[in-house]
Nanobody
Framework: QVQLVESGGGLVQAGGSLRLSCAAS????????MGWCRQTPGKGREFVAA????????YYADSAKGRFTISRDNAKITVSLQMNSLKPEDTAVYYC????????????????WGKGTLVTVSS
């Protein structure tokens, strides 16, 4: 059974930083790509960042480029999202995602999702 548990959300002022982490368990995702998406009530779900199993390829949404960095630790099957220069529009629930394919890191290939962690950026 796969479980994804996010941590690190909270309240931060605009311009600040937060680091989200996600711990995954379950054999199905032990060799798969992982990523993050976020959801706000008015905007729907946005796929923010992803990383392949070996970390050789990454994906960032335009809104995240230059400010967010995704990384992973395969020994622990964790993925992190370092978020810098946060803006009020980054306020959202952030969800960790994991797939079973080592290379395919698009949202459509993410088979498992965490319950989310809330990030609030105040202006």
């Amino acid at each position: 059974q796969v479980q994804l548990v996010e941590s690190g959300g909270g309240l931060v002022q605009a311009g600040g930083s937060l680091r989200l982490s996600c711990a995954a368990s379950g054999r199905a995702v032990s060799g798969g790509a992982m990523g993050w998406c976020r959801q706000t009530p008015g905007k729907g779900r946005e796929f923010v960042a992803a990383i392949t199993w070996r970390g050789g390829n990454t994906y960032y949404a335009d809104s995240a480029k230059g400010r967010f960095t995704i990384s992973r630790d395969n020994a622990k099957i964790t993925v992190s999202l370092q978020m810098n220069s946060l803006k009020p529009e980054d306020t959202a629930v952030y969800y960790c995602a994991a797939g079973t394919s080592a290379q395919a890191m698009g949202a459509a290939y993410m088979n498992y999702w965490g319950k989310g962690t809330l990030v609030t950026v105040s202006s």
